[in-house]
């Protein structure tokens, strides 16, 4: 923890983690579906009509997963009015840190100049906020932490396999960010995580430090592979058991939820989640469409979309899902 005393700022009675400030940061380069078309045997009416994507940014060449994360850390930390010496503790989901060690969010402290406080990577793949959001919840709540900066950030560009047309069409890069604060008023009020390990290769990257890389492959053969059709049939099951399990644990119904923000996978994916909870899509925040599947930072992309474009109100209800890789899978239910 900080130098700060967490603690000498008690406020009495149960404690909530609740969203002080949002930010978010996408690169500059856009690649579009005819892009891509060039590229490889796709084409723009597919990659639409199956995924609904439209466009992705990519990061520039040297511009790292800590540095998107850091342009939207300082967005958020502006909106919630809190200095880097505020700060008990970082989080950041990401499946693309910069280096092995240290940490990506050891990168960002230090660019924030947050020295001192804890900071660690949640490596959760696409549910990498949801599960970070749960981490920095858990600290608030028990009193721990009262300011926690929480990060989602990818550059899932660097380990896309760009002659792969069956995933290279999905991904993009990108980072989101909130600022978590100790209150009284209700915030964070429940999250829901699970994994099955036993699915890893239905969605993975099959090298690495400890297993090794292949020497005689491009990128050491780092890249995402995806069996698609099992993964969002999996995907669409474990998202409305989610939810179900969420509402349930709060005694809420679908009716009671001002906006669904989900994970941008796929808008077919989306939809069918949507559906499921009867709600209507002007409800459920996409940006799909233009981010691609930016894994662990589409949630807070979204969130940040929708709380600037003035849609996300306080005082309303959201609730965050997210789906990824291992599997992992997850939700939060928030009043924001
Ligand atoms: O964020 C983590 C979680 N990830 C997800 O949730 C992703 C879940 N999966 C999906 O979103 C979808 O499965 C995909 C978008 C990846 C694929 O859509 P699909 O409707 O499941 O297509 P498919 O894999 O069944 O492929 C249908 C056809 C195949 O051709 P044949 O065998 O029918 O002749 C593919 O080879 O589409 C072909 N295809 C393509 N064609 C043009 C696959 N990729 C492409 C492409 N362009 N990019």
């Not at 940014?57 to 010496?85: C, F, N, P, R, W």
């Not at 780092?222 to 969002?232: H, L, P, S």
């Not at 009867?278 to 799909?288: A, D, K, L, Q, S």
Request: net charge negative; charged share 20%; with cysteine.
């Amino acid at each position: 923890m900080s130098e700060r005393e967490p603690g000498s700022h008690a406020i009495s009675g149960r404690i909530y983690a609740r969203i002080a400030g949002t930010g978010s940061y996408l690169p500059d380069k856009l690649l579009t579906n005819d892009d891509l078309a060039k590229q490889v045997d796709t084409s723009d009416e597919w990659i639409r009509s199956r995924t609904g994507i439209r466009q992705r940014h990519i990061a520039a060449e040297g511009q790292t997963t800590g540095d998107l994360g850091y342009e939207a850390a300082l967005k958020a930390m502006e909106a919630a009015g809190v200095s880097a010496a505020d700060l008990d503790m970082i989080v950041v989901g990401t499946t693309t840190p910069d280096l092995i060690f240290p940490s990506t969010a050891c990168l960002i402290q230090a660019r924030l100049g947050a020295n001192g406080c804890a900071a660690m990577d949640v490596n959760a793949a696409c549910s990498g906020f949801v599960y970070a959001l749960s981490v920095a919840d858990k600290f608030i709540r028990c009193g721990d932490a009262r300011t926690v900066l929480v990060i989602g950030a990818e550059t899932l560009s660097r380990i896309v396999d760009w002659t792969e047309r069956t995933t290279c069409v999905l991904f993009g890069d990108g980072a989101g960010a909130v600022v978590l604060k100790a209150d009284s008023e209700t915030g964070i009020l429940s999250t829901h995580l699970h994994a099955d390990g036993g699915k890893k290769e239905l969605l993975w990257n099959p090298v690495g430090v400890s297993v090794g890389f292949q020497a005689d492959q491009p990128n050491g053969g780092a890249r995402i592979k995806m069996k698609g059709n099992d993964v969002f049939k999996y995907a669409v099951k474990a998202l409305d058991s989610v939810v179900d399990e969420t509402l349930e644990a709060n005694g809420l119904t679908q009716q009671d939820l001002d906006w669904l923000i989900p994970h941008q996978a796929n808008l077919r994916i989306i939809e069918a989640t949507a559906k499921r909870l009867g709600m209507p899509m002007e409800r459920v925040v996409v940006t799909v469409d233009r981010h691609g599947n930016t894994s662990a930072a589409s949630v807070p992309l979204a969130l940040d979309e929708a709380v600037r474009s003035g849609r996300v109100q306080r005082g309303q209800l959201l609730l965050f899902e997210a789906f990824g890789g291992g599997f992992t899978w997850g939700s939060a239910l928030l009043r924001y």
